[in-house]
Structures are given as C-alpha cells and as structure tokens.
C-alpha cells in the first residue's frame, strides 16, 4: 500500500509540473506579446499625428467622465481666427455666462518615451529633466498663440493636458516651478485627475445656471400669474359693482311696485272683483 501511495503522488507531481511548465510558456509567450506591444505603442507615439490623436482620445474620455456633452458643452477642433491667424484649438469648453476655454492636447511625449528606455537610473533621470524642459517649451508656445483673443469672451487663460498622471508627476518632479511658469504665461497644466476636477466643476456650474434659469422662469410666471389676477379680480369687482347697483334698482322698483301698485291690486280681490289667486309679496333682494 506505501509503494501505491508513493507512485501515486510521484504520477501526481509529474503532472503538476508539466501543467506548471505550460503555464510559464504562456504567461512568458503573453509577456513577450506585450512587451512587443508596447514598443510597437511606443514607437507610434512617437510620430506627432499618433501622439496628438491619443492625447485626443484621452482628452475626449476625460471631458465624457466630467459629464459633459459634445455641441452642449464643448466643441473639437474648432476652426478660430485670431490676430496671430486662424487657429485650431484641441477644444473648447463652454462656460455659464456665454464664456470658453481652450484645452489643448498636444503633449510633448519624446523624452518621457526616452526615458522609458534608459538602461540606468542616470540616463532615466536626464531624459526626464528633458521631458520637463519640453512641457516647458510647449507652455511658452501655447501662451503665445493667445486662444482668448480669437474667442473674444473668454478668460485669459488655457488649459495644458498631459494624457497621463505619470506625465504631469514625471514633469513636476524635475521641475517644481512649472506650474507657476505656466500661469506666468497664462497657460493650466492639468493631469488627467485635475482636469476631472475642473470640468465637473464647470458641469456642476451649468446644471446650476440651468436652475437658476428656472427660478427666473419661475418668477417670470408668477409675475404674470399675480397680474392676470388681479385684472381678472379687478373685473370681478366691477361685476360686484354692477349687481350691486342692479340689486339696488331691483329693491327701489319692488318696493315701489309693492307699495304704490300691488296694494291697490289686492284691494280688488277684496272686494271680490276677481277670483284669482291671491298676489305674492315682492320680497327686497339681501
């Protein structure tokens, strides 16, 4: 019986090994699957049309997430002419008070990606302080295009989207003075997260100036409501008015007609002139 036992677990082991061997020539054959992707990725983020489409992409999901809707809330590529020439802005957000904002996409990504392929933390490190250099460049260049001169009632002011928290971290950890760089220059850098932010505070100012247009229309009709009734109640009183005065003429003719005619008709019944029945009494009108 201990030799079975034995061969059985020994059977069982082999199996288990060669199930295990399996697994990791599918899981190393997945790996290399999407290393492959990944440069393959990699390599297409580097030409401007692949990087600024996927800036796009990811900028579209952002503003989606924020609650916000295309035409409503927002415009893509949206042709604007400008005293620098015409310009095509990423999108344009609008905002309560018939006001936009420009949110441009086209991130610097070459050194990111760079340092990504860095043999060692040295080289890692340098290109990261030149993908900061980068969103630095791109900064000065999105401020000078001036957006708000070519949309007239905007603030002075545009939005920098980098599509990827790392990015914004990656950019911020080499170079702390970005942020106030860039609203030295008028320009927001904003992550994915903060961008969220934003938005959804700017969706949430819309759902209430939505409401308040409401409460207008609200007043708007009580007003109109208050007004209507009280020439409706000013009709009325004069109705009162009148059947006042004709209740008036009513009591004056009957009292007249009782006193000065129906006494003198009872009269004649009386003295038997006729058999009719007997006259009713005009009663005044309370």
Not at 72 to 90: N, S
Not at 107 to 117: G, H, I, Y
Not at 203 to 209: L, M
Not at 255 to 279: K, N, P, Y
Request: charged letters at 30%; a negative charge.
């Amino acid at each position: 019986p201990m030799t079975d036992t034995l061969r059985k677990v020994e059977a069982r082991l082999s199996e288990a090994e060669r199930e295990r061997i399996d697994s990791f020539a599918r899981l190393t054959s997945q790996v290399t699957s999407l290393g492959a992707a990944t440069q393959t990725l990699a390599k297409a983020l580097r030409t401007p049309s692949a990087r600024g489409r996927w800036g796009e992409m990811q900028l579209r999901r952002v503003i989606e997430l924020s609650g916000m809707l295309e035409r409503c809330d927002f415009d893509q590529q949206r042709t604007l002419a400008g005293d620098i020439g015409r310009v095509r802005p990423d999108v344009v957000v609008y905002l309560p008070g018939g006001k936009q904002l420009v949110v441009d996409a086209k991130a610097p990504l070459d050194a990111f990606l760079d340092a990504q392929e860095a043999p060692d933390d040295t080289g890692r490190t340098l290109r990261l302080q030149a993908h900061a250099r980068q969103v630095r460049d791109h900064m000065e260049k999105l401020g000078s295009k001036a957006y708000w001169d070519a949309l007239g009632n905007s603030p002075e002011m545009v939005v920098m989207f980098l599509p990827g928290e790392t990015l914004f971290s990656s950019a911020l950890q080499h170079d702390l003075s970005l942020i106030e760089y860039g609203l030295e220059r008028r320009v927001l850098l904003a992550s994915p997260i903060t961008l969220i932010a934003l938005l959804t505070t700017v969706a949430h100012s819309w759902r209430q100036d939505r409401l308040t247009e409401n409460y207008r229309e609200v007043a708007r009709l009580g007003r109109d409501l208050h007004d209507r009734l009280a020439t409706f109640a000013g009709h009325f009183d004069d109705v009162r008015r009148r059947l006042d005065g004709a209740v008036q003429a009513y009591n004056s003719a009957a009292g007249s007609l009782e006193s000065r005619v129906m006494v003198s008709a009872r009269r004649l019944r009386e003295l038997d002139i006729t058999t009719a029945d007997e006259l009713p009494v005009l009663e005044p009108i309370d």
